[in-house]
């Protein structure tokens, strides 16, 4: 396979340095194509033995949105009561999750037993089925950076409390919430460092030898 050009590369550098978690979305809606390219991406992530065990459910129905943004209501002021003083007063000021502005919300699931794949790889790792699924988020994610599309990853909500909702099939164990729309910002530097929340740390720090 040949090598992409260097402009290309540098693009790319480009791309995973500006890629960023979205809240803050503009309610325009998101063309039926561009959202297609994305999951298209993500349908080409890696997968173990081929398994391609991603799930994507668009949640449209205003009713099961509406759920969710409870959900999230619940969950994050439960969080909130962890932290103390100063730091209970900033996690409470940080907006967490675009879902109420985000026209697209995508819940990726991962099918825990595939047909496909043949069990290759998961004996013994099964967790190599969901790190499949991140894969194909993140392919989502970046995809959607490339067309100006920002994505919102929601952790704040219990799965358990929303499975009946969505009606998800048993075999479904739940991946990531997602948001998606035109962010109304692209900053260059993660949200969370900007609201004084934590700081991203340098490579070396990450980086050991044996
Ligand atoms: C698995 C996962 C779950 C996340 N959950 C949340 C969330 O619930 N709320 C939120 O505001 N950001 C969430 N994020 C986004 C992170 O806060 C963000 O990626 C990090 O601060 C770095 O910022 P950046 O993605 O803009 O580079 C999540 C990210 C990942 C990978």
Redesign the pocket.
């Known amino acids: 396979m040949p090598a992409f050009p260097p402009t290309f590369q540098e693009q790319l550098r480009d791309l995973f340095r500006l ?5 803050r979305f503009r309610p325009d809606p998101v063309p039926e194509d561009v959202f297609m390219d994305m999951l298209d991406a993500a349908h080409h992530a890696p997968s173990v033995g081929l398994s391609q065990p991603w799930r994507f459910v668009r949640v449209d129905d205003p009713a099961r949105r509406a759920a969710v943004i409870a959900e999230f209501q619940r969950a994050n002021d439960e969080a909130s009561t962890i932290y103390e003083e100063e730091r209970a007063q900033l996690y409470r000021s ?4 675009g879902l109420r502005e985000a026209p697209i919300h995508l819940l990726v699931c991962v099918e825990t037993c595939p047909d496909t794949g043949h069990g290759l790889g998961r004996q013994t790792q099964p967790v190599t089925l969901r790190d499949s699924a ?1 894969c194909a988020i993140q392919n989502l994610w970046l995809t959607g950076r490339a067309r100006g599309i920002g994505v ?6 219990e799965p358990d409390r929303l499975r009946q909702t969505l009606d998800l099939p048993p075999t479904w164990d739940w991946v ?1 919430y997602l948001c998606v729309g035109w962010p109304q910002e692209e ?1 260059d ?5 900007t609201a004084g ?2 700081q ?1 740390q340098p490579l070396e720090s990450h980086l050991f030898q044996r």
């Open positions: 890629r960023r978690d979205v809240r940080l907006k967490l999750a991140v919102g990853w929601v952790s704040i909500l990531g900053p530097v993660p949200v969370l460092e929340w934590d991203r």
